[in-house]
């Protein structure tokens, strides 16, 4: 079959750096997504990896290494704004829909 | 003006009912989904079309039906509601070589479902 793992829950505080991991077991790949979810609301993409390295957007850098079948989200000076709930995603080739991860809850404090 | 747009944005109904969640979008996309979000469970395909006249169904099209009434528009439609299909629906939206070279999906604003 085919899966996505990360963490379910990640907490950290104002000002400090959290990575989410991903790990996954996909028949294709084509390249790895990110999307950021606040309570409720609509997922918003964030970053894509096609090509092993690091991506960096700002406060937020997304890293892949296709040998190892695993990519990150680093979050970097953490706002409290940032608590939400970040999904991986894959291009997997099939039919080129994505295969999704459960999503990671980061919760940032004060 | 959001780019896609689902309605209604909330909707309370009772088993056995017809429903019909409708997407729209401004964004000239090709592509276009529904999706279904329930708690611990992350987003779930339900169907996809990737042109007017292509309708594909996702991993849990049981229950469900849709309809590309043009380019723009994608409804998704609950033939005989059931208390288990409440949940939050998402319709997305891509463009063909964008989601091919990006995974990069464009969201409405959900649709909550609630059936008693």
């Known amino acids: 079959g085919q899966s996505l793992e990360q963490p379910s829950e990640v907490t950290a505080v104002e000002g400090a750096i959290v990575q989410i991991n991903c790990t996954y077991q996909t028949s294709g790949f084509y390249g790895l997504s990110w999307y950021q979810q606040h309570d409720g609301g609509a997922p918003t993409f964030l970053s894509y990896n096609g090509l092993d390295g690091l991506e960096e957007t700002g406060r937020f850098s997304s890293f892949l290494s296709r040998s190892d079948s695993y990519g990150y989200l680093l979050l970097q000076e953490l706002q409290m704004k940032d608590s939400a709930s970040y999904f991986c995603a894959v291009n997997a080739g099939n039919n080129r829909k994505l295969i999704w991860g459960l999503g990671t809850s980061l919760a940032v404090n004060p | 003006d959001a780019d896609v747009t689902q309605t209604p944005r909330n909707r309370i109904t009772k088993t056995g009912k017809r429903i019909m969640l409708e997407c729209s979008q401004t964004k000239g996309h090709d592509r276009m989904y529904w999706y279904r979000q329930d708690p611990g469970l992350g987003l779930r395909l339900i169907y996809y079309?990737?042109?007017?006249?292509?309708?594909n169904k996702g991993e849990i099209s049981d229950g469900y039906s849709v309809s590309r009434q043009a380019q723009a528009k994608f409804s998704l439609s609950l033939e005989s509601a059931i208390p288990n299909q409440t949940a939050l629906y998402f319709c997305?939206?891509?463009?063909?070589?964008?989601?091919?070279?990006?995974?990069?999906?464009?969201f409405g604003e959900g649709s909550r479902l609630t059936v008693l």
């Open positions: 079309s990737f042109d007017v006249k292509d309708i």
């Open positions: 997305a939206t891509s463009r063909g070589i964008a989601a091919f070279t990006t995974g990069e999906l464009f």
